[in-house]
Nanobody
Framework: QVQLVESGGGSVQAGGSLRLSCVRS????????VGWFRQAPGKQREAVAT????????YYDESVKGRFAISQDNAGNTLSLQMNSLKPEDTAMYYC????????????????WGQGTQVTVSS
């Protein structure tokens, strides 16, 4: 059984930082998409940062480029998202997910999701 457990969310002021973590268990594929997505109330889930393990290529939404960094430990068990210079518009529920071997930025192609962790940024 695949499980993803996120942690690290919270409330911060604009300009602050948070580090999200996602601990994974029960998934043993070598090549796959893994990523962080967010969903604000009334909006669709969107890709924030994703990683393709086949070649370690990354994708970042334009709105977070230069501020967020995605990484995965060597064992592939923990996915992290370092978020710096946070803005109020970053406020959302953040989810980690495991996807297929293609379409890393497309949330509809993801197979497994964590329960989410809330990030709230105040101005």
């Amino acid at each position: 059984q695949v499980q993803l457990v996120e942690s690290g969310g919270g409330s911060v002021q604009a300009g602050g930082s948070l580090r999200l973590s996602c601990v994974r268990s029960g998934y043993n594929q070598r090549t796959y998409c893994v990523g962080w997505f967010r969903q604000a109330p009334g909006k669709q889930r969107e890709a924030v940062a994703t990683l393709f393990t086949g070649n370690n290529s990354t994708y970042y939404d334009e709105s977070v480029k230069g501020r967020f960094a995605i990484s995965q430990d060597n064992a592939g068990n923990t996915l992290s998202l370092q978020m710096n210079s946070l803005k109020p518009e970053d406020t959302a529920m953040y989810y980690c997910g495991i996807g297929r071997q293609y379409g890393c930025s497309n949330p509809t192609l993801y197979l497994y999701w964590g329960q989410g962790t809330q990030v709230t940024v105040s101005s």
